[in-house]
């Protein structure tokens, strides 16, 4: 250990309290920045992996087809010119061909899956209640390549659905809301078209708004119901990496003329919503740490002033101006390497403790415990805040001392 490192240390223990003040300020602020962290990313990934399960990376709808515009200007000299515009486009609303539009999707080697979809609202109707819901008709084998659906059956089996043309599949909110139970049946009215299904399986996604409103049955039967004998309302897609379903999109679009968006575009709000609160969330809590580094900064400065006289005694002793500023730097990374494992393992406590704890959750979210997200980078960015704050506070005391002059010193001249 070196000379400037061991009076550092020796400083350190000048005053005990305030730089125990400190250092506890640093531990607390590094830990609930990386648990805040946690678990607003966790959130953020619950969401979005719970998108990608139930509506796929990528969504392909609407034809698109260019329109022309023309239009015959004349001059003053008689002569005239027309001005085209193809830059207008009609969005005409479903997909004509499916079939076709599916076999240009599988030429991408990025896509895994894709599950034609024809959609609708419908009534749903219990011996009790009358609710509101949208019907899905898929291919199951298909769709199961472009989801969790079979991840997210709670009650009921697949093969009871796909054995049953008649079978249902139905979000967990809205059986509830219907009162019914598996195994039972309701009425599906559309249009004053009134059929009868029996409930095969009951799923639940996390998401309220799906698990309210959704309810899949066998294409063949949605055409049926919704009388759309052809054609699909969309169609969903999966990629090797949902990370570029924004570039692929792009790339389909340019290529099958449809409608084609990806899940970041689907869900910008809300995506936009959960960065202002990671972000929201980090700066609050950076405040502890921040006022951590005032008070190291306080207790450095105190701490030069209290040991002018052995500043003086190490400057006659050959110490530079350069190993007076090392001396008192020491001080801070020390605190702050302390502070920041001590954090990490404060962290690592809080996170795993509260992703235990049996906690309902509803709202946008339905989930049975607090959800979270482990990352190594929430612990180097806290580290990061914590030395840059630690840091500063500690860089001017360490000038002001290397700027002591013994002389200065013993005539009490000093600044």
Same mark, same amino acid.
């Given at each position: ?98 079939? =076709? ?48 659906? =079979? ?253 002591? =002059? ?10």
């Amino acid at each position: 250990m070196s000379p400037t490192i061991r009076i550092a240390l020796r400083f350190l223990t000048a005053n005990k309290r305030a730089m125990i003040m400190s250092l506890t300020g640093i531990v607390f602020g590094v830990g609930f920045f990386i648990f805040g962290q946690a678990q607003t990313t966790g959130y953020q990934q619950f969401f979005i992996d719970t998108i990608l399960g139930t509506d796929g990376a990528i969504r392909v709808q609407d034809r698109i087809r260019e329109t022309f515009t023309t239009m015959e200007l004349e001059a003053e000299d008689g002569t005239s010119w027309i001005i085209e515009n193809t830059e207008n486009y009609k969005h005409i609303g479903g997909i004509e061909h499916p079939l =076709e539009v599916i076999q240009a999707l599988k030429n991408f080697e990025s896509v895994t899956g894709v599950s034609e979809v024809v959609s609708g609202r419908v009534d749903m109707i219990s011996n009790y209640r009358t609710y509101p819901a949208r019907i899905y008709g898929v291919h199951l084998d298909d769709h199961l390549a472009v989801s969790d659906l =079979e991840d997210q059956i709670i009650f009921g089996d697949l093969q009871d659905f796909r054995a049953k043309p008649t079978g249902i599949l139905i979000g967990s909110t809205l059986v509830r809301r219907l009162q019914v139970n598996l195994g039972e049946t309701v009425i599906v009215d559309t249009l004053g078209k009134k059929n009868r299904y029996t409930i095969a399986g009951i799923f639940q996604t996390g998401v309220s708004d799906i698990d309210q409103e959704r309810v899949f049955m066998n294409i063949s039967e949605a055409r049926s119901v919704l009388q759309k004998p052809h054609g699909a309302s969309f169609l969903q897609v999966n990629l090797v990496d949902h990370r570029r379903a924004t570039e692929e999109a792009l790339r389909m679009a340019n290529t099958i003329y449809h409608s084609v968006t990806s899940w970041q575009q689907r869900q910008k709000s809300w995506l936009d919503a959960f960065v202002v609160l990671r972000v929201s969330t980090g700066l609050t809590i950076a405040t502890i740490i921040l006022l951590s580094g005032l008070g190291m900064f306080n207790t450095l400065a105190m701490l030069v002033l209290e040991k002018t006289k052995e500043i003086a005694i190490l400057r006659s002793m050959g110490y530079t101006r350069r190993d007076i500023s090392s001396i008192f730097l020491w001080q801070g990374v020390i605190v702050l390497l302390v502070g920041n494992l001590l954090g990490w393992i404060l962290a690592a406590g809080i996170t795993y403790g509260v992703s235990k704890l049996p906690f309902r959750v509803t709202g946008i979210f339905s989930t049975d415990s607090f959800i979270v997200y482990w990352s190594i980078w929430h612990y180097l960015l806290a580290t990061v805040a914590a030395a840059v704050i630690v840091i500063v506070a500690s860089y001017i005391p360490a000038q002001r001392a290397a700027r002591l =002059e013994p002389g200065d010193i013993i005539r009490g001249t000093s600044q």
